[in-house]
Nanobody
Framework: VQLQASGGGLVQAGGSLRLFCAAS????????MGWYRQAPGKQRELVAT???????NYADSVKGRFTISGENAKNTAYLQMDSLKPEDTAVYYC???????????????WGKGTLVTVSS
């Protein structure tokens, strides 16, 4: 299972960005897709997740500003980020909990990060 993320970039505070993540490979099922981020000198933290049934979860710091959505049939997820703040600056990583073909146990998969920089 491979994850490809895109959409990062440089934006001014108050602006918006939309991140995109696509899962590919020998996928049997995806249980959860999500986004995590890691700022310089900090640990990786949860940003938002969405389950196969559409349930979402957000970090308190992004509630009301970020929206996660997904298309199960396409194994894709989006993160719409509005009202961005300088403290949102980080490398954003796409993640999924999935079962690969030929296996039965779900595991975590990570994509390469995409950098989001918010200038003040």
């Amino acid at each position: 299972v491979q994850l490809q993320a895109s959409g990062g970039g440089l934006v001014q505070a108050g602006g918006s960005l939309r991140l995109f993540c696509a899962a590919s490979g020998e996928i049997f099922s995806i249980n959860v897709m999500g986004w995590y981020r890691q700022a310089p000198g900090k640990q990786r933290e949860l940003v938002a997740t969405i389950t196969r049934t559409g349930s979402t979860n957000y970090a308190d710091s992004v509630k009301g500003r970020f929206t996660i959505s997904g298309e199960n049939a396409k194994n894709t997820a989006y993160l719409q980020m509005d009202s961005l703040k300088p403290e949102d600056t980080a490398v954003y990583y796409c993640n999924c909990n999935a079962v690969a073909l030929g296996t039965w146990r779900p595991r975590e998969y990570w994509g390469k990060g995409t950098l989001v920089t918010v200038s003040s």
